[in-house]
């Protein structure tokens, strides 16, 4: 984990350094989104949704990952069209992104301690009908805990 981590930071930031923020890096944007987006995926959804419990890994640590770079140069074109102003939602989150390491951390924390039994034991809470409702909205909870968080 620890060298995949390492692996996929250096070669976000040779993307950085390579211009993906930058007007004139265009193709490089739709290169990335292609693959991300175009290749990674439907290969992600297709072997979630299809393959057996054996692609989990496949999933978790490679398709996941191929995914996150090509929404990663979708958000590089979107800052690009509006000249790299980042606007108030922008700001919170390259403080998040500041705090990444961090964020992660206290992230995994506090989600233990929501959702396990020796903590406030929220599993319980996510058994039954709508179920993906009150996950969802106890991530937006945790979400908006890590971003104050950072922005302070």
Known sequence: MVMMGVGIFTLAARLYRAGLFQPEQVALRRKIARVGL????PLDWGLRLFASGSS???TRYLSSTI???GVLALIAGFYVKRNNRLGAAGSALAAVG???????ILQNL???I?????GLGAARVTDGELQWL?????YIGLCAV???LSVF
């Open 67 to 69: 995914v996150a770079f």
């Open 98 to 104: 500041r705090m990444a390491v961090t964020c992660y």
């Open 134 to 138: 009150r996950v969802t909205l106890i």
């Open 38 to 41: 175009g290749i990674g995926l």
């Open 56 to 58: 989990g890994v496949f």
């Open 146 to 148: 890590l971003i104050g």
């Open 114 to 118: 929501v959702f396990y039994d020796f």
């Open 110 to 112: 506090l989600a233990s």
